[in-house]
């Protein structure tokens, strides 16, 4: 696989991890059907997506990075539909997160 191949697979598994961490909230302690189906295969997504980058990315980058995406991704979702908090600490922590996840892209070798 190429290595920008690997990337964008990468970022889609951080993005399936978005939707089943935000899917969790919906399940209800998976007492609701259908949320916790989603749920579910979204997890599924993910790691099998993970598992595929890795397979042409460093295990300690690509696991850092797919973190990283789902750690951001759901904080902003957790902002914008559950009404979380946007102070200042928690944006800079945010903003943390994502220059290390472009430091781990940059110094990750093609």
């Not at 997506?49 to 759901?74: E, F, H």
């Amino acid at each position: 696989m190429k290595p920008n191949s690997a990337w964008i697979i990468l970022v889609i598994a951080g993005l399936f991890e978005v939707g089943w961490a935000i899917g969790l909230k919906y399940t209800e302690g998976f007492t609701r059907l259908w949320p916790t189906v989603g749920t579910v295969l979204a997890m599924v997504l993910s790691v099998a997506l993970l598992g595929l980058a890795m397979k042409s990315l460093p295990v300690g980058t690509a696991y850092s990075v797919w973190v990283g995406v789902g750690a951001v991704g759901t904080v902003a979702l957790g902002i914008v539909l559950f009404g979380e908090p946007a102070t200042a600490a928690r944006l800079v922590s945010v903003g943390l997160i994502i220059a290390g996840i472009v430091g781990l892209k940059l110094a990750t070798p093609s």
